[in-house]
Structure formats: C-alpha cells, structure tokens
C-alpha cells in the first residue's frame, strides 16, 4: 500500500510508460503522478496523454536528473507541479492535496472588471478623481509643477500626463532622476558641455534642457540635488537660460519644468537642506500623490488592469477571483501602485492553474515579505503597519497575520525583525 493510499487517496499504478497510455486511452483521471525519465518513452508523453484525455488533469512529474529543458517542457505542456529527487514523501501528499484542491473551484468566481477607461492613470478613488481635475486645469498652461509623493505612487506617470495633454505635447519630454547621478556630472547632464571642458569631454554634449527645447523636462528626486547646484538651477529657472560647461556664453532655453520628490520640500527648506527661493520657484502648483492605502477602492481596478496587461504580454489566461481581489484589497502595499505592479507580474506567470486566489496573492505577499527588497523607508512603513494592526486586535496575533494576510510564522518572524514584542 502506498502512502497515498495511506492518506486515504485512490490509486491505480502501472510499470512503463506503454501500460499508462493504454490507460490513460481507456480514462481519464482528475491526477496523475509520473517519472519523467522511464523506458523508451518519458514523462513528457504520459503528461501529454493525460491531458488529451482530460483537459484539466493534473499531472506531477518527478525527476532525479531534472534540467532546465525538462522543467520548461513539463511547464508548457501544462504540468501542475514539479518534485525533485529525492523529495519527502510529505511534499509529495501535499502536492497531491494541493491538486485535489484546484479543482474544488465551484464557488470561486472570477472577479473581472469589465470597460476599464484606457487612460494612463487608472483610479476612481475621490483623491485621484481631485487630482485629475486640478491636472485638467494646469496642463494645458505652462505653470511649473512640484509632484510630491511616496516611492511607486506614479510621480513621472502624473509629469507625462501633464505633457501630453499640454500644448508642448509635439516635443520632447525628457526625464531626469536626480538622485542617481553624482553631483559632479548632474550640471554637464542638465546643461551640456562643449569639448575639453572636463576631462574625458572629447565632443560637444548637448544637456537635457537643450534637447528638450520646447517640450518639458521633468527632474525626478529633485530634493535629492546639493545646495550648490540648486543655486545654479535656480539662476536658469529665472533667466531662462542655461549655459553648457566650458561655454562663454548662455543660451535660451524654452522649457516647462516637473519636478518631484518623495520627500517633503518643506521641511528641507527648515531644516536647511533645500532653497527656499528654489522652491518658491518649483512650488507654483503643488500635486501630493496619496499612497496606494490611501485610494479605497483602486487596487481592483489596477490589479485587472495589471492582469490584462501581463497575461497579453506573456500570452497567458490568468484570472483574479473574488478571494484574491479581496486578499490584495485588505493589504496596505509599502511598495505602492509600483508594488502591486509587480505582484500582478509575478502571479499571473506562477500562480497554479493561472488562478490567483486569495492563497496565491497571500504566499506572493509573504514570499515578498521574507526578501527585504523594500529599503529603510518602506520597512519603517511595513513596522508601522504590523504595530496599527497589533494595536487594533489587542495583541492578537491569529487576528493580526489574517488582516495583514500573511501567514502566523512570517509575523512572529517580523515582530521579532522590528522588536515589536519588546
């Protein structure tokens, strides 16, 4: 008897690849387990045997000497899971639970949201809905912009739609993000240079300014730019000109300016880090981007937009049901829209059976959890988060992992990372 048969499982086994497909033509089966490597035949034929006879069948395929053209093989002809030998005969009884549970689908509805606009932002939360209408007003003026907001809310998104929609639309839109280039290279960068005015100038270089003549620059991280530079680029928001490196003259620029930050101008200007006559000059309309947890009601929305867009591209048939919209509704996204993003990416290419469920996103949002990949910032916020939570449930931590949907272990793990017991 067989350990599958132990775990009360009903079971029909044959020797060579010859007797199960002779089976597989006589019926079909809701599983079927199976070596890859075997006799004249492999795995490969028996998965694809299974499958003809029944479209839905899941079929776990085993192997001792696995490669990377066998696991793509069994992937494309749709196998449902993969062991590796050797495996614990657990792992192998709960593969098989796990395939016995994709087909208990009969209440789980997909969730799909139909007639989406097709707009570059996507939202109809009351804070989104303000910001269009302020960016309906603005852009087709050539007023500077300051777009304030978290990492991943969708800053340089805000800066093009505000150029196209503007009367500069026909030129150029050039992004810039200040933060990632040094100090020393950021005025050649913006400004350009003339050859032999630094060391390693051996042509002409047009700057961003420049060569976006006419259109808009948008100067992304703009609160990360030394004080020095910023005086620089002050004196060319007021003149209007910029003058390239190893130049005796300026010349007349014509653009708009975006600038944004993920940090609060304000108080860097008190706390003397940033001018505060620069951010007069930015600041003549203001746009603060509220954090995904802040739109009620968009993380549907993005997440089919999402889904539509990642199943085109990698010509999968993935679907949202109605726990897993809910699952990514109840979570509060440190990472923001950018986040979600991402997750949505991830699922529809791993999601089991092409179904994202309130599982799926739960063991995407634990796996993400358990990789640091957030930074400083967000791992402050994901602190924050775990401690409102605790604090709501009276320290309940069965009630807490639920609301934040992941699992016990990975909170406990995470209340002893930020010190949250003591």
Same mark, same amino acid.
């Given at each position: ?270 706390? =003397? ?8 000059? @930015?600041?003549?309309? +203001?746009?603060? &981007?509220?954090? !995904?947890? %802040? $739109? ?97 449930? =009276? ?8 609301? @934040?949907?992941?699992? +016990?272990?990975? &909170?406990?793990? !995470?209340? %002893? $990372? ?5």
């Amino acid at each position: 008897m067989t350990c599958l048969e132990l775990e009360g499982f009903q079971v029909d086994s044959v020797g060579t690849t010859r007797e199960a497909l002779d089976r597989l033509n006589a019926e079909s089966y809701a599983i079927v387990l199976s070596d890859i490597y075997l006799d004249e035949r492999t795995g490969l034929d028996v998965l694809r045997a299974a499958r003809t006879a029944r479209g839905d069948c899941a079929v776990i395929l085993m192997s001792g000497r696995g490669s990377m053209e066998t696991v793509m093989a069994a992937t494309r002809g749709g196998a449902f899971d993969y062991l590796a030998k050797p495996f614990d005969l657990d792992d192998m009884v709960e593969k098989v639970r796990r395939a016995v549970a994709s087909f208990d689908v009969d209440e789980e509805k997909e969730a799909r949201i139909d007639d989406i606009p097709e707009t570059d932002m996507i939202g109809s939360s009351p804070q989104i809905v303000e910001i269009f209408k302020t960016l309906a007003k603005v852009a087709p003026t050539d007023a500077t912009l300051l777009i304030e907001g978290e990492t991943g809310t969708g800053k340089e998104l805000i800066a093009r739609m505000i150029h196209r929609f503007s009367k500069r639309s026909e030129k150029g839109f050039v992004a810039v993000d200040c933060g990632s280039i040094p100090p020393s290279l950021l005025e050649s960068e913006l400004f350009g240079a003339l050859k032999g005015s630094f060391t390693g100038a051996d042509r002409d270089r047009v700057g961003v300014f420049e060569a976006a003549n006419n259109g808009t620059v948008f100067l992304d991280e703009i609160g990360d730019i030394d004080l020095n530079f910023q005086a620089k680029l002050l004196r060319v928001l007021q003149e209007r000109e910029i003058r390239p490196l190893g130049s005796p003259r300026g010349k007349p620029i014509d653009v708009r300016i975006v600038a944004a930050t993920n940090k609060n101008v304000r108080q860097l200007v008190e706390q =003397g880090k940033f001018r505060e006559d620069l951010w007069f000059r @930015l600041d003549v309309v +203001r746009v603060e &981007l509220p954090s !995904l947890r %802040e $739109r009620r009601g968009d993380v549907p929305l993005l997440a089919q937009t999402f889904l539509d867009r990642y199943n085109e591209r990698y010509g999968m048939r993935a679907i949202l049901t109605e726990s897993g919209v809910r699952a990514l509704d109840s979570y509060t996204w440190p990472g923001n829209v950018r986040q979600l993003q991402h997750m949505i990416e991830r699922l529809v290419i791993l999601a089991p059976q092409g179904r994202i469920d309130e599982t799926a996103v739960r063991d995407a949002i634990a796996d993400g959890e358990g990789k640091e990949s957030l930074g400083e910032t967000l791992e402050d916020a994901k602190a924050e988060q775990i401690r409102k939570v605790l604090a709501a449930t =009276g320290g309940n931590k069965s009630k807490a992992s639920k609301i @934040l949907g992941i699992e +016990r272990k990975t &909170l406990y793990r !995470l209340i %002893e $990372r930020f010190g949250l017991d003591k």
